[in-house]
């Protein structure tokens, strides 16, 4: 087993040459990652783990000492298999070691073949009520105000091409005129239509978004309720369209959002006017699209090399139908 030091970018880890079973991970990480994690008190007898998900793509997993502080907590992320297909491992590393230094992420501890060690965030998930709560959209919309105004290392931040679309167009290309299995097929053909539909509202949509002026940024791209941990010191679900914020919520996060992206920028508390907050509107809303379609595609490319028993067609489908029904509402939102 070896272990290395890796460096890209200006930014330098530990990488431990070892595969942790998605199973018997506790014994792996006692005998080749407990000693990467600095925690030189923890022994390995006293070492517990509490798994928090079994995802579609990941598995995490909480570790701690029996006897411990109940906020020492080491997180172990196995990677799923085939991810690394979606997902370049070494640029997210990279990137949480940034926002780590922005005071966005906690800190990385190791990597090894399959996944990571990483910080514990104390802390506790936001529920979707929660989100048309004042308090808790300006709290969420400033740190996303903070994330957008890191700065990201040099190679992702002159990029000619966004994420979203490098993606899209990767995904696209790999989703197959017909599905060799027939299940899947018959699911793809009555939720999505074929190809050459999926294609023509995929040129539709860069054709409506060519014109942005977003800036490039740090995302998040998974932004749901239980990715947000907020400190007061996910099988499958529908989602529930209908929970969509109304325009007088969403304005009201944008422009706790804007006014945060002012002060960071300038340095000082600024007014933000109204036509500021609807031309950020309008564009939020268009990019919903690009959201839709983003996970349309991921979920028909999972169809094709996940060995999860799960219907990623049919996800792929329900996202696909919110683009179908959007597209008009959205894509004719003025800027002004």
């Not at 040459?17 to 008190?41: C, M, W, Y």
């Not at 640029?91 to 949480?96: G, N």
């Not at 999926?198 to 998974?222: A, I, T």
Request: with cysteine; net charge negative; aromatic share 12%.
């Amino acid at each position: 087993m070896a272990v290395t030091q890796r460096e890209k970018e200006g930014v330098v880890w530990t990488h431990v040459a070892t595969v942790i079973d998605a199973e018997n991970f506790l014994e792996g990480f006692k005998t080749h990652l407990l000693s990467h994690v600095q925690r030189p008190n923890w022994s390995p007898s006293g070492t517990r783990a509490k798994v928090f998900v079994d995802g579609f793509t990941n598995k995490l997993v909480a570790l701690y000492q029996e006897d411990g502080p109940k906020d020492d907590v080491v997180l172990m992320r196995i990677n799923g298999p085939g991810t690394e297909k979606i997902i370049d491992r070494d640029a997210e590393l990279i990137s949480t070691h940034v926002l780590h230094r922005a005071g966005l992420a906690a800190p990385v501890y190791v990597q090894f073949d399959n996944g990571t060690c990483y910080g514990y965030q104390p802390g506790r998930t936001v529920h979707v009520s929660e989100m048309g709560d004042r308090a808790m959209l300006g709290r969420v919309a400033k740190t996303m105000a903070k994330l957008h105004a890191t700065e990201p290392p040099p190679p992702t931040h002159s990029r000619a091409l966004p994420f979203v679309w490098a993606k899209c167009d990767d995904w696209i290309a790999k989703v197959p005129q017909t599905f060799e299995d027939p299940k899947k097929n018959e699911t793809f053909q009555k939720v999505i239509g074929s190809l050459d539909t999926l294609r023509g509202q995929y040129q539709w949509l860069r054709g409506v978004l060519k014109d942005s002026r977003s800036p490039l940024v740090f995302c998040h791209n998974d932004l749901l309720c239980g990715n947000l941990i907020y400190n007061e010191d996910a099988g499958f679900v529908n989602p529930d369209y209908s929970r969509y914020p109304d325009e007088n919520t969403q304005k009201l996060f944008i422009r706790f959002y804007l006014e945060e992206a002012a002060k960071i920028i300038r340095g000082e508390d600024s007014l933000v006017s109204d036509d500021e907050v609807h031309s950020l509107y309008s564009e939020a809303n268009r990019f919903a699209l690009a959201a839709h379609m983003l996970w349309a595609l991921w979920g028909l490319f999972q169809a094709l090399y996940s060995t999860k028993d799960f219907d990623y067609v049919a996800y792929a489908g329900m996202r696909f139908a919110e683009f179908l029904k959007r597209k008009d509402e959205f894509s004719a939102l003025s800027k002004h």
